[in-house]
């Protein structure tokens, strides 16, 4: 059994006191951030970069760190749903329906304690998804040649303005933002420099570092810095939480959902683009239409819990696939995650399992661990998550702050991209007042460049011949997803927004 | 009561080794190396592996801080160093064939090559061009007549830019064999060796160019065969059994040198003593073993035969690139 070998290795990796350490870090932090409403896991691992950078961490230790944020994340975006009926991110806005009732109900500890369970399921099925589909996608992932790159991150933009946001125009221009960011720095096709007004430090393109730190974590300062007065938090602390262990009846009423939703949260993680929300919406829709035979979804059904946590923990780990296999994000927070892999000099792709096979077992083993952890962490010890709910943001926003600028200026130690970064930072504001999601931007300035040096390689390569992008099997099925992908959202979607508006999304400009 | 001593002996044995240096002239009060790019690249290995080997041997008596100064394809660190710290006598700015290509096409705007001073190489890298396993071309005169007869054929994929190093190498190497319009030959540009090399695997492309270090491991998996390297002779060990281009009639020699420039107001004595440290390290075993383990091939040029060697190169990468188009 190769697969049990190379499993054993990556524990060998993962099991070390510093990889521990730091894994139990991450899972920590990543729940009080996923708990605080606005920080989701692309703010959260977006924050925790420049940590990672100047503690020196090396390729493994650092993806470590930084996955357990990400998952710690997922846990943590319910708590807040379901205690204060605002949810901690947007994946976890599902949660709110069901778990918010509960809570009213007195059942807060039983819908933690039952959410926290299916979102250990949801987890614990998708990293055994990445470990079997992942080396089966790197043998697929040969026959991309350039054209089928192509029609691949064509296909991640048409589906990206799908269900996961509550606009398909405003993702549509949040791309195109992105794509034309993207388009700053030396062309690498012909080596000619483009808007870069003779500026040296714009040689090299945006980083993409500097552009998500600006426009996630900044911009939350800003948006704090104009709301001061306001509080909203001053609800949960009144909260019963109640018992923490659920009925075995409610588990075993439970257990279905959890596994549907798994596999289909899973999925929607795979499907670049997609991410977390969709997973969450599907999976809760699904369960809705499946097994409420009473009408009592959105009145503190627990499978109305259960389901979209297992969903978007699935869908989180689902993305990790297409991001270590193919280099193609699936999610806003892998996105994330695909920068940090450039920055150290690892290219995800066909090749990372068999060149860098100690970096990818060693995370594998590492997200289990990480999962034991918060599962651990997220039932017994949730009471200490909702205390810090109540910390207040005019002591958080100021670090969230200290930590951009001390980190940013410590990766690439030029006050040029502490400007940019204050650039972006504006700009995350504005587009969020306006109700432009961020994460196209994210896409559009990583995929942008990568989709169109594959365009152009693809064109030169058959000599200046177009059709050769829908020359393969493989490129039309791409095409054809893609196309799907796109329509589809515009008739499902109608019905979609609504429901969405229904529960006053706020946060909607934060995806995944 | 053995371990003091241990350490008595030890302490005396680095004050020694501080003594001699110092006795050797100029030392600089706090070494500084530029690598004018992140952690991690090719130019942060030079820095930090020459400044931790001079501090080994004593060339120097302090750390040498590395500095990382990133942006531009090392543009921004050259514009730092010509203008802001032009008469440091401790700073020392790694730079590569990439450095003279920029500087050659003008991609770092306002700088030119005579502002800095070009102290010496530590070895280089050797260019590559390598076909998959299975491919039927086998040798390097076969590849370059088959470019000849129809361009269109063959695409040559590459992990630097269009008129980038990688891009130059299979270029100087066609005007050798004598492809009258090197323009046409298809390049295109990956970003980096191994995703080059993944596309000749997934047979996109019919050809690599790139450094015999991207190479290796995928020689050793048996995927790619090399079919010249564009060195001037055979290299050692391991790499002993790839041809060069050279003995299959192709004259065409492409060295990734790496070595280090200073600021251009940096003084006589200080460059002096900069040259004869680098060169004393490398003469010395302990590189010889960090080049082989990094499979670096030898170039051993100092002071005046480096800053010409520079010139030298700049000069041939500008009329390459003239000829291509990159710069008129």
């Known amino acids: 059994m190769d697969l ?7 524990f060998s990796i993962a099991l070390t006191w510093q990889n521990l350490g730091l894994a139990l870090l991450g899972c920590f932090l990543g729940t009080i951030m996923g708990a605080l409403p606005g920080l989701g896991p692309s703010n959260g691992v977006a924050i925790l970069i420049p940590l990672a950078f100047t503690l ?88 991309f040649g350039p054209a089928e790159y192509f029609a691949l991150f064509a296909l991640a933009f048409m589906t990206l303005g799908g269900v996961s946001s509550t606009n398909q125009a405003k993702s549509a221009f949040a791309a195109a933002l992105g794509l034309g960011l993207a388009m700053i720095g030396v062309d690498t096709q012909t080596g000619v420099p483009r808007f870069t007004f003779g500026e040296v430090h714009l040689y090299d393109g945006i980083d993409f570092l500097v552009a998500i730190v600006g426009l996630f974590a900044l911009s939350e300062v800003f948006i704090f810095l104009e709301e001061r007065h306001g509080s909203a938090s001053a609800e949960g602390c009144k909260m019963e939480i109640g018992r923490l262990t659920p009925p075995w009846s409610m588990i075993k009423q439970c257990t279905p959902t959890m596994l549907r939703t798994s596999g289909l949260g899973f999925l929607a993680g795979v499907l670049p683009g997609a991410g977390a929300s969709l997973g969450s919406f599907i999976s809760y829709s699904m369960e809705k239409r499946l097994v409420d035979k009473e009408g009592t979804f959105g009145k503190g059904d627990p499978r109305g819990v259960a389901a979209p946590e297992a969903g978007n923990n699935a869908a989180a780990g689902g993305a990790l696939v297409p991001m270590l296999a193919l280099g193609v994000p699936g999610s806003g927070t892998t996105a994330v995650l695909l920068a940090v892999l450039l920055s150290l000099n690892i290219t995800p792709g066909p090749l990372l399992f068999t060149q860098n ?106 000599n200046g011949d177009w059709f050769t992008l829908i020359d393969s099997p493989l490129s039309i099925g791409l095409w054809a997803v893609a196309i799907v992908g796109f329509v589809l959202p515009l008739i499902v979607g ?10 006053g999304d706020a946060e909607g400009s934060i995806s995944d | 009561m053995i371990k003091a001593t241990r350490l008595t002996v030890a302490a005396l044995l680095l004050g020694a080794s501080a003594l001699t240096a110092s006795a050797e002239g100029f030392m600089p009060a706090n070494p500084e190396c530029i690598a004018p790019a992140n952690p991690g690249g090719g130019w942060d290995f030079t820095c930090r592996q020459v400044g931790k080997s001079l501090q080994d041997q004593g060339l120097i008596d302090k750390t040498m801080q590395v500095s990382n100064l990133a942006g531009g394809g090392g543009g921004v660190a050259y514009a730092e160093v010509v203008n802001k710290r032009n008469d440091n006598n401790d700073l020392i700015v790694a730079a590569s064939s990439a450095t003279a290509t920029r500087l050659a096409q003008g991609a770092y705007p306002g700088n030119t090559k005579d502002q800095v001073r070009w102290l010496a190489s530590v070895g280089a890298d050797y260019g590559v061009i390598a076909v998959a396993a299975n491919s039927p ?192």
């Open chain 1, 4 to 10: 049990l070998n190379s499993l054993a290795d990556g």
């Open chain 1, 56 to 143: 020196g961490l090396g390729a493994t230790p650092a993806l470590i760190l930084l996955t357990s944020v990400y998952y710690g994340a997922m846990y943590g975006g319910r708590i807040s749903s379901i205690l204060l009926n605002i949810p901690g991110d947007e994946p976890a806005m599902m949660t709110c329906l069901d778990g918010y009732p509960m809570a009213r109900a007195g059942q807060a500890g039983q819908a933690l304690a039952i959410s926290g369970l299916a979102s250990f399921v949801g987890s614990f099925l998708a990293t055994w998804g990445l470990i079997l589909l992942a080396p089966q996608l790197v043998k697929i992932a040969l026959l």
């Open chain 1, 357 to 462: 096979p100690d970096v990818v077992w060693g995370l594998i083993a590492a997200l289990f661990i990480a999962n034991f952890m918060l599962l651990a962490m997220n039932i017994p010890m949730v009471g200490l998550f909702t205390r810090v709910l109540l910390v207040p943001p005019r002591i958080l926003m100021p670090l969230v702050a200290m930590v951009s600028f001390v980190g940013i200026y410590g990766i690439s130690g030029s006050s040029f991209d502490l400007l940019v970064m204050i650039g972006f930072g504006i700009m995350g504001w504005v587009l969020r007042k306006l109700d432009v999601p961020l994460v196209p931007i994210i896409l559009g300035t990583l995929l942008g460049n990568a989709m169109e040096s594959n365009l152009r390689r693809a064109v030169t390569i058959d």
């Open chain 1, 494 to 503: 109608r019905v979609v927004r609504a429901k969405m508006h229904e529960r």
């Open chain 2, 137 to 328: 071309i086998t040798t390097l005169p076969e590849l370059l007549e088959q470019i000849k007869t129809d361009p269109t054929t063959i695409s040559v994929a590459g992990g630097s830019a269009v008129g980038g190093w990688d891009h130059l190498k299979v270029l100087i190497a066609a005007n050798a064999y004598g492809v009258e319009d090197v323009r046409s030959v298809k390049y295109i540009a990956f970003d980096g060796g191994g995703e080059a090399v993944t596309q000749l695997l997934a047979g996109s492309v019919q050809a690599f160019t790139g450094d015999i270090s991207e190479a290796k491991g995928f020689v050793d998996s048996g995927d790619i065969k090399v079919i010249a390297v564009l060195a001037p002779e055979r290299l050692g060990g391991e790499f002993g059994k790839f041809p060069t281009a050279k003995e299959q009639g192709v004259d065409a020699i492409g060295a990734n040198w790496r070595g280090f420039y200073a600021p251009g107001g940096m003084s006589d004595e200080a460059y002096a003593g900069w040259v004869e440290k680098i060169g004393a390290l490398y003469a010395s075993d302990e590189w010889k073993g960090i080049m082989e383990a990094n499979g670096l091939a030898p170039l051993d040029l100092q002071g005046p035969a480096f800053e010409q060697f520079v010139s030298d190169s700049v000069a041939q990468i500008e009329s390459i690139s003239k000829e291509i188009g990159i710069i008129k």
